[in-house]
Structures are given as C-alpha cells and as structure tokens.
C-alpha cells in the first residue's frame, strides 16, 4: 500500500467491483451498463491475471479513484515489458485534491518495479485541465502518435 494523506493507494480486492462500478458510470456519458454476473466474471479475471494492477485509491475506507495498469512482456528493449494505463477516474466530488494522481504514481511505481521501459496512456479527454493534470503526472504528449481501432 502506498498513502498520500488520507488516501490509501492498493490493488483492489473483490470488495471492490460495486465502489469501481460507481466510478465508471463517471467515467463516460457512452459507457453501457456491464450485467452484473458479467461484471463479477470479468473482474475476477482481471484480478487473477499476472501483469495487471488494478488500482484502487480509498479514503477512510471509500474507493474515491481507480485506474488500470497492464505490463506486456516484450521482446525488444532488452526484453523489459512495456505498460499501458487505462479507465483513470476519480469521483466527480473528490476531483482536483490529487487522488488521481497520487493513484498514477502508485502504478507507475508498479512499473518501474518490473522494470518497465515505458507506461503509456491515452485519453479522448481534449480539455486542457484534463491534459494538464497527465502531464503533471509525469506523461509527455506529442511523442508518439496513436491510432485505434474500435469495434
């Protein structure tokens, strides 16, 4: 666990779907509602997969933010994994205290500890705050261009 204040940064448990549910209906206006059993089923998954960190950042107890942080094997750069973070999100109430951050450097911890190369992250998000706030958290933008492909 790594604390910044009164917010507790850790892997999220079982215990947590419904607190990470909640933060995703923030999270977009166009995110479908996953089933429930569906829900639990993946979660379980992505708690059981070696390479994810799922993180979670509480205060007294009450999941306030949440992010994802995948670690792929890789070949090249030495053979050292490369990492992608997605779903960054922090309750609409408790936005701008630095609970998204403070969970951001938690992971990032994570992948300097696997001895990452890179972390990268996307965002849809064009306000300037939004851009910002990645920046202060250590992501450079305009080095890499991205693509998607979306199904």
Known sequence: MHASGALVCRNACKTDLEAILRLYSQLSSNNPDVPEVLAQKRFDKMLDMLGLY???GEIEGRVVTTAVLLLVPNLTRGARPF???ENVVTDAAMRGNGFGKTLIQYLLERARYADA???MLMTGRTEDNVL???ESCGFTRGTKTAFEVRF
């Open 54 to 56: 799922f993180g979670v």
């Open 117 to 119: 190369y890179k972390v």
């Open 132 to 134: 910002h706030f990645y």
């Open 83 to 85: 990492g992608v973070i």
